[in-house]
């Protein structure tokens, strides 16, 4: 590229920009007469993501770094790429609920435009030594794709994404948040509920939550903790109630869900009935009332086995009907459920109307729970003193010899 055009470009961005930016073009300018092309993408990067930056991130793409594309950190070009790409007119904005609200892209012929942009992008960095630049531009143009409602060629491409992931022996953080947080959007818009989980607290793994709003924390809170309840495959919410993210539906309208989360994971019933009316402000909450309910129910079950000792765990069915509140002609049936699904270990006397446990799935204990277990440790610290005492005394002539 001619350096006087170059330089003439860069003079009329430079007047165009806000006058506390405009030294930044002197700065690009001379990176560029020097041929300094790290020092000139760093400091492009940078101006990128000034947001005052924006209206001339496309104008400084295409007429500008495109030309020199070819020297520069191929991760990074696609990273000045998405940035340039968000300034395609009328970003859409996906609903910070999207597994309740259901929102049809205002604007298609701008995803469109963009669509176009990120493929052309996807096609220069698509070269043996720039992998991980192809999947970052890969997966971005998969976003779009879902945005367009077209979820196969989307599902191709981070089926594509992953293969290529999975022969790194390691890659940027960057690039791995991308896929997980595309790769949950594609199995939020599938209601795929045990995948998006998945994914979306890999993505959680992968990023500093710091750089949440906090409006996109507790949208992603509200997310994860909907998929967990309605759920066919998660009965264990351990991770997610570990998780600081689930912090941030504390003082909100949304609080009562993390409550729910609990009451469900230490099987409470009693909390349960207490916040079951705010099902109805989650469509998909109340769609799953019936099974919400078996859902309690068996972890109401895992939580009385749990409580009993190891050698107390032969319950009979009426047992189980009353700490559970499920009618005595289905506990059969919600126990093979238990015992189908890995949450207990045992075996069913039909006949006698007894069953017998011999294992239940580990769980994330609350202080309560913990108490529970504190005091049983305390009685069996207490029973094999007793023993101890029984053996020396019964012995006493054995130890004498």
Same mark, same amino acid.
Request: charged share 20%; glycine share 2%; net charge negative.
């Given at each position: 590229?001619?350096?006087?055009?170059? =330089?003439?470009?860069?003079? @009329?961005?430079?007047?165009s920009? *806000?006058?506390?930016?405009?030294?930044?073009?002197?700065?690009?300018?001379?990176?560029?007469?020097?041929?300094?092309?790290?020092?000139?993408?760093?400091? !492009?990067?940078?101006?990128?993501?000034? *947001?005052?930056? #924006?209206?001339?991130?496309?104008? /400084?793409?295409? =007429?500008?770094?495109?030309?020199?594309? &070819?020297?520069?950190?191929?991760?990074?070009?696609?990273?000045?790429? !998405?940035? #340039?790409?968000?300034?395609?007119?009328?970003?859409?904005?996906?609903?910070?609920? *999207?597994?309740?609200?259901?929102?049809a892209?205002?604007?298609?012929?701008?995803?469109?435009e +963009? %669509?176009?942009?990120?493929?052309? %992008?996807?096609?220069?960095?698509?070269?043996?030594?720039?992998?991980?630049?192809?999947?970052?531009?890969?997966?971005?143009?998969?976003?779009?794709?879902?945005?367009?409602?077209?979820?196969?060629?989307?599902?191709?491409?981070?089926? $594509?994404?992953? +293969?290529? !992931?999975?022969?790194?022996?390691?890659?940027? $953080?960057?690039?791995?948040?991308?896929?997980?947080?595309?790769?949950?959007?594609y199995?939020?818009?599938?209601?795929?509920?045990?995948?998006?989980?998945?994914?979306?607290?890999?993505?959680?793994?992968?990023?500093?939550?710091?750089?949440? =709003?906090?409006?996109?924390?507790?949208?992603?809170?509200?997310? /994860?903790?909907?998929?967990?309840?309605?759920?066919?495959?998660?009965?264990?919410?351990?991770?997610? /109630?570990?998780?600081?993210?689930?912090?941030?539906?504390? =003082?909100?309208?949304?609080?009562?869900?993390?409550?729910?989360?609990?009451?469900?994971?230490?099987?409470?019933?009693?909390?349960?009935?207490?916040?079951?009316?705010?099902?109805?402000?989650?469509?998909?909450l109340?769609?799953?009332?019936?099974?919400?309910?078996?859902?309690?129910?068996?972890?109401?079950?895992? @939580?009385?086995?749990?409580?009993?000792?190891?050698?107390d765990?032969?319950?009979?069915?009426? $047992?189980?009907?009353?700490? $559970?509140?499920?009618?005595?002609?289905?506990?059969?049936?919600?126990?093979?459920?238990?015992?189908? !699904?890995?949450?207990?270990?045992?075996?069913?006397?039909?006949?006698?109307?007894?069953?017998?446990?011999?294992?239940?799935?580990?769980?994330?204990?609350?202080?309560?729970?913990? &108490?529970?277990?504190?005091l049983?440790?305390?009685?069996?610290?207490?029973?094999?003193?007793?023993?101890?005492?029984?053996i @020396?005394?019964?012995?006493?002539?054995?130890?004498?010899?």
């Amino acid at each position: 590229m001619d350096p006087e055009v170059v =330089s003439n470009f860069l003079s @009329e961005e430079r007047d165009s920009a *806000p006058e506390d930016l405009q030294a930044k073009f002197l700065i690009i300018e001379d990176y560029w007469d020097r041929k300094l092309w790290h020092q000139l993408t760093d400091v !492009l990067v940078e101006y990128f993501n000034i *947001p005052e930056s #924006a209206s001339q991130r496309l104008p /400084l793409f295409s =007429s500008f770094i495109l030309n020199f594309a &070819e020297k520069i950190n191929q991760l990074k070009l696609v990273s000045l790429g !998405l940035l #340039a790409a968000s300034e395609c007119s009328g970003l859409h904005t996906p609903s910070s609920h *999207p597994f309740d609200e259901r929102i049809a892209n205002p604007s298609p012929s701008d995803d469109q435009e +963009r %669509l176009t942009f990120l493929i052309s %992008l996807t096609q220069k960095v698509n070269k043996p030594s720039s992998q991980d630049a192809y999947i970052y531009a890969l997966v971005a143009a998969s976003d779009v794709k879902l945005r367009l409602q077209d979820l196969p060629s989307a599902r191709k491409d981070l089926d $594509t994404a992953e +293969r290529i !992931l999975d022969t790194f022996d390691s890659v940027e $953080t960057e690039v791995h948040a991308t896929f997980y947080r595309i790769n949950a959007n594609y199995h939020q818009a599938s209601l795929d509920f045990a995948a998006y989980y998945k994914n979306a607290l890999l993505y959680l793994a992968c990023i500093d939550l710091a750089s949440l =709003s906090t409006e996109d924390a507790q949208g992603r809170a509200y997310d /994860l903790s909907v998929a967990a309840l309605v759920s066919d495959s998660i009965y264990n919410f351990g991770e997610l /109630l570990l998780h600081p993210i689930l912090d941030s539906l504390l =003082s909100t309208p949304h609080a009562w869900l993390r409550d729910l989360l609990f009451a469900f994971n230490r099987g409470d019933l009693a909390a349960y009935a207490v916040l079951e009316n705010n099902l109805s402000k989650s469509p998909l909450l109340s769609q799953h009332k019936t099974f919400l309910w078996q859902k309690i129910s068996l972890s109401a079950l895992t @939580e009385a086995v749990f409580r009993r000792p190891p050698h107390d765990r032969a319950m009979t069915f009426a $047992t189980i009907s009353s700490e $559970t509140n499920v009618q005595p002609a289905e506990i059969e049936i919600l126990i093979m459920k238990a015992l189908s !699904l890995g949450l207990l270990r045992g075996s069913i006397d039909q006949v006698a109307e007894i069953a017998r446990i011999q294992w239940v799935q580990p769980k994330v204990l609350d202080m309560k729970q913990i &108490e529970s277990m504190r005091l049983r440790l305390k009685d069996w610290d207490s029973s094999v003193n007793q023993l101890g005492n029984w053996i @020396e005394g019964v012995g006493k002539d054995v130890w004498a010899a």
